[in-house]
């Protein structure tokens, strides 16, 4: 999931000086869950901006916001008021406030900052779980991740900085080799670790990238 965190309000204003009148979008599915981008918090939106004097226009729970086509055809049912609009809100990760961009002339803003790819350990609490580096490890390690769990991204082994199964660089954070090792050992698999593993190859994961499923047919 694409874990996201409302901005400052007073950051928002920013971006709406000289706006007047302004359009609310959210999204159905990741800053929902988040609890910076569903009805509840598109309304509160609302009504904190038409305490600064703002005339907000409408809002729309995009399903999704980063689905071009779908968002395409729900902002239609706004099309007299984006006749009207000085700007639209985005209460989406920066992939959904994109896809309104791509589909409007009028500027839009984002309400969010997008922070990664993560899991949601319970409600209101998130960890960063995916980098989303095009080729994917886990297969071999223990279903940890070391590109994103260790600090340094290390494909062969820890860097040998770790205290009290901490890492150097973050000592609130448990070492990544040290949960691969013993993942890798409750299943028997210790022998993965002798394996060298290629450098990661950068390339694979330069931005921006697209993924086109018809050319796999």
Request: proline content about 4%; overall charge negative.
């Amino acid at each position: 999931m694409i874990i996201s965190e409302k901005k400052p309000f007073e950051e928002v204003l920013q971006y709406l000086d000289g706006s007047e009148k302004v359009i609310i979008t959210g999204c159905s599915l990741c800053a929902s869950t988040c609890k910076v981008g569903g009805e509840e918090e598109a309304l509160e939106m609302k009504t904190k901006l038409e305490e600064k004097g703002k005339t907000v226009l409408g809002y729309k729970i995009l399903d999704p916001s980063c689905n071009l086509l779908k968002t395409k055809k729900d902002l239609k049912s706004f099309k007299e008021e984006l006749k009207e609009a000085d700007a639209i809100l985005s209460l989406a990760c920066g992939d959904g406030t994109q896809t309104v961009a791509k589909l409007t002339s009028i500027p839009v803003y984002p309400a969010n900052n997008t922070m990664f790819i993560g899991e949601v350990e319970r409600v209101g609490q998130y960890a960063e779980a995916c980098k989303a580096c095009g080729n994917c490890q886990l297969a071999w390690s223990g279903g940890i991740c070391p590109v994103t769990m260790c600090a340094k991204g290390l494909l062969n082994g820890p860097c040998g900085g770790a205290r009290d199964g901490k890492c150097e660089v973050d000592h609130n954070n448990d070492c990544a080799w040290i949960l691969i090792y013993n993942k890798l050992k409750d299943q028997n698999r210790l022998d993965n670790l002798m394996e060298m593993r290629e450098p990661r190859d950068f390339a694979i994961c330069a931005h921006p990238r697209k993924v086109d499923l018809r050319d796999k047919e």
